[in-house]
């Protein structure tokens, strides 16, 4: 006995326009009033799952949130990068956070730069060697 889900527009004094749902029982044409969520009419949406946050920071004044997106690793907006760089960072990781400055996506703020939007980096090791404004090694990896 198959039931087909339907609904009806109806037009309430109190209340207006209003749905009601109902099934079709196709032996009988009964038309049965249901509850839309335990019919399956309506779906419940369903809470999109949050990636794992993940944080790093350093003695140097690095405060950072990010999490995996697929392949790339985004720095949450809100973090707050090491002001300056050691000696060993990388040419291009001090580049890449002059390019943020530039941009006005990391602003000085008190004794770190702060991050306005959320930003996208091909690695965590990249992201890492930018917030903390070092080479990513030793004790610092997010956790």
Known sequence: MKKTPFVKRITHPDYGEL??????DAETQEETPVDPFD??????????????ILTITSK?????????AGEKFVVMKGSKFAASTTAKCPKSFVKLRE???LEGLLIPLHSQLFLLEDYEFDSPMIAMGIVIGSRGSGPHSWK
């Open 99 to 101: 390019k943020l400055i």
């Open 19 to 24: 749905y009601k749902f109902f099934e079709l």
């Open 39 to 52: 019919a399956g009419i309506l779906l419940m949406a369903v809470e999109e799952q949050l990636p794992e």
């Open 60 to 68: 140097r004044g690095a405060d950072a949130s990010g999490y995996y």
